[in-house]
């Protein structure tokens, strides 16, 4: 199973962003999948997650009425379209997905789901 994120570049505030996670190896059916973002010098975030069980999504309070999490079954991708990124967001984003639970992780410590895909930069700045 490969995730391959896409879609991260310079921004300035205000603006948005859409990445995308492309998969291979299997469908997104019945696994969770979600993204968190690790800024230089901070700890991991879990972002978003889509669960797979029940189609809830979650995101962080920190980007809720912001970003929203998407899937399209036929592609095999999930996107994360950002809409008023403000410098705070600026990280690397990680796609992520688990071998075998459809739940996203309660705690929203996406990042420890057991499946990450390559970052991609996003940089928010003026």
């Known amino acids: 199973v490969q995730l391959q994120a896409s879609g991260g570049g310079l921004v300035q505030p205000g603006g948005s962003l859409r990445l995308s996670c492309a998969t291979s190896?299997?469908?997104?059916?019945?696994?969770?999948i979600g993204w968190f973002r690790q800024a230089p010098g901070k700890q991991r975030e879990g972002v978003s997650c889509?669960?797979?069980?029940?189609?809830?999504?979650y995101y962080a309070d920190s980007v809720k009425g912001r970003f929203t999490i998407s899937r399209d079954n036929a592609k095999n991708t999930v996107f994360l379209q950002m809409n008023n990124l403000n410098p705070e967001d600026t990280a690397v984003y990680y796609c992520?997905?688990?071998?075998?639970?459809?739940?996203?992780?309660?705690?929203?410590?996406?990042?420890?789901?057991?499946?990450w895909g390559q970052g991609t930069l996003v940089t928010v700045s003026s």
């Open positions: 992520t997905s688990d071998s075998a639970a459809s739940n996203c992780p309660k705690s929203g410590s996406y990042y420890l789901m057991n499946i």
């Open positions: 889509f669960q797979s069980s029940d189609g809830t999504t």
């Open positions: 190896g299997r469908t997104l059916d019945n696994f969770a």
